[in-house]
Structures are given as structure tokens and as C-alpha cells.
């Protein structure tokens, strides 16, 4: 029972960083209809971003940890929020009115830029980070001294994901924003003759989505202490997963998919084997998906006529 309970915790961490990054995905498939592939990239930027500040607020002398991870945060979300803009701009607003694989292929190109540029300018070793968050609650202590433990990175990666969801579900439904990003996913055309600036709410919806991305860059670096230019292909791919298993388009569902798949993971790799960890969770996303082609919590996709 303690290691149950010990790998259900270590899979809500894990699901939570997967399910800010499926956020991205989902809402800007949600607005033009389009996967942007070069999100984990993006993902991958706020990491490299958050440990160059910190070694650079470290020379020059810089240590309290809540002013370094401040500086970090603010730093890596800017950074990332004009890289989604960028993408946004070079790889989307131009081919928006081609056929759909246009953008995709220039997405794919995108993705693959940047994941070359950082391994060009960074260097293919993998980049460490000494532990910055240590220590924890132990929550239960068993026979054969099996404890559960809840570290306090761990506490703070579901805290901030429950405060971003529930931050960005009222933006969605409460606010101008919001209404304008719903208008635009109904029917852009319609928006755009009711005043809503169709190119200016995209624009921010990949803004809104890359700076998600960098918090969950900072957590994945505090939570793991190892990034390398790799990490946003495997993330990306993991969380573009989670985004359709939950259904694509959903907010709820990208984080429920997250959160499915970082126990999916979890689960086997402590009771099966690590190494098919991956074949687990994608084999399930696609027995799901044969019962309900819509994800968890997707809606079937009307054709407008």
C-alpha cells in the first residue's frame, strides 16, 4: 500500500508538468485547428532559459532561492512567450488559408530548428542542476521501512498546476480574452465581423501557451536536476498524447491526459518495466480512443456546412 501511494504521488507530479505542456497544444488546436509541433521545443527553451539565469545570477552572486526562481520564472516566460509569438508569425499567419498541411510541415521545420539551434549553441551534453528544493512530509511509514513521502517540489508542481488551471479556466470563461478565443474557435470569419480581432487573440493564444510551457520547463529542471536539447521532442510528444487522449480542444482534458499519462508511466515503470513504459501509455491512449475517438472530454467535431 505504500508504494502505491508513494508512485500515485510521484504520478500526479510527473502528469502535472505533461498537462501544462498539453495545454499549449490544445489551445491552439482549439482556436485554428492546427497541432503546433514545435511546442515541445518550446518547453525545452524555458528550461535552458531558467538554468542560464540561474548560473548567471549565481556569478554574480545572487543566491536567495525565492529571488533566483522569480528572476527565473519572469526570464524563461518572456523568452518563450516571443518564441510562441515567432512561431506564430513565421510558421502559422502566413499559411493560415493553405491546406492544412502547410502549416504543419512548417511547424515540424520550426520544431527541428530550434531543437538543432540549442544543440548547436548549448551543446549535445546533458546540463545539470544540483538539487535547489530538498527535503519533504512523510505522510506514512510502513513495515520494511517503505515510506510515503511528498517532497516539497512535489508540493509546489501541484500547487502552481492547480492555480494555473484554475487561473486560465477563468481567463477562458470570465474574461474579454477569453470570449474572443472562444468566438475565434466557433468560427473566425463570424468573429472577425462581430470585431474580434482574429490575428491579435491567435497571437496570444500562443503567447499564453509558450509561457505555460516555461513553468513547466522550470519544474521539469528543479524536479529533475537534467535537461538536455532532447527533452522537448520526448516531452512534446508525450504531452501532445495527453492533450488527445483527454480530448483535444479541452482544457480539463489536457490536464486529465496529462495526468493519465504521468501515472501510466509511473505505475509500470514501479510494478512492470521502465523500458516499456512508453509502449504502455501509448497503448492505452489508443485503446481509448477506438471506445471514444473524441478523448475523455472531447466533444465530436461538428462539420460546418
Known amino acids: 500500500m505504500e508504494y502505491f501511494l508513494q508512485q500515485l504521488i510521484n504520478g500526479i507530479a510527473l502528469g502535472s508538468i505533461y498537462g501544462l505542456i498539453a495545454i499549449g497544444y490544445t489551445m491552439v488546436y482549439g482556436i485554428i485547428g492546427m497541432i503546433n509541433f514545435a511546442h515541445g521545443e518550446v518547453f525545452m527553451i524555458g528550461s535552458f532559459v531558467s538554468l542560464s539565469v540561474f548560473l548567471a545570477l549565481g556569478a554574480l552572486g545572487i543566491t536567495f532561492l525565492p529571488l533566483v526562481l522569480i528572476v527565473m520564472l519572469i526570464v524563461a516566460m518572456a523568452c518563450t512567450s516571443l518564441w510562441g509569438w515567432t512561431v506564430e508569425r513565421v510558421a502559422y499567419r502566413p499559411l493560415r488559408g493553405s491546406f492544412r498541411l502547410a502549416p504543419l510541415i512548417t511547424a515540424i521545420g520550426m520544431s527541428i530548428f530550434l531543437q538543432n539551434f540549442v544543440q548547436v549553441t548549448q551543446g549535445a551534453r546533458i546540463k545539470p542542476l544540483p538539487p535547489q528544493i530538498e527535503g519533504g512530509l512523510t505522510l506514512m511509514e510502513g513495515p520494511g521501512g517503505i515510506t510515503v513521502q511528498l517532497s516539497y517540489m512535489q508540493i509546489i508542481i501541484i500547487a502552481t498546476t492547480i492555480v494555473l488551471m484554475a487561473g486560465f479556466s477563468y481567463l477562458i ?133
Open 173 to 305: 470563461n470570465k474574461t474579454s480574452l477569453g470570449r474572443q478565443q472562444r468566438a475565434c474557435e466557433q468560427d473566425r470569419k463570424m468573429a472577425a465581423l462581430l470585431g474580434v480581432n482574429v490575428d491579435r487573440t491567435i497571437s496570444l493564444t500562443f503567447v499564453l501557451g509558450a509561457s505555460l510551457a516555461a513553468v513547466a520547463g522550470i519544474m521539469y529542471l528543479l524536479y529533475y536536476g537534467v535537461i538536455d536539447f532532447y527533452i522537448g521532442f520526448i516531452a512534446g510528444v508525450k504531452a501532445f498524447t495527453a492533450a488527445v487522449l483527454g480530448g483535444i480542444g479541452s482544457l480539463p482534458g489536457a490536464m486529465l491526459g496529462g495526468l493519465a499519462i504521468g501515472l501510466i508511466e509511473t505505475f509500470w515503470s514501479g510494478y512492470f518495466s521502465v523500458e516499456y513504459k512508453d509502449v504502455a501509455a501509448f497503448s492505452i491512449l489508443a485503446i481509448v480512443l477506438i471506445f471514444l475517438p473524441s478523448g475523455l472530454l472531447g466533444r465530436p467535431e461538428v462539420e460546418k456546412v
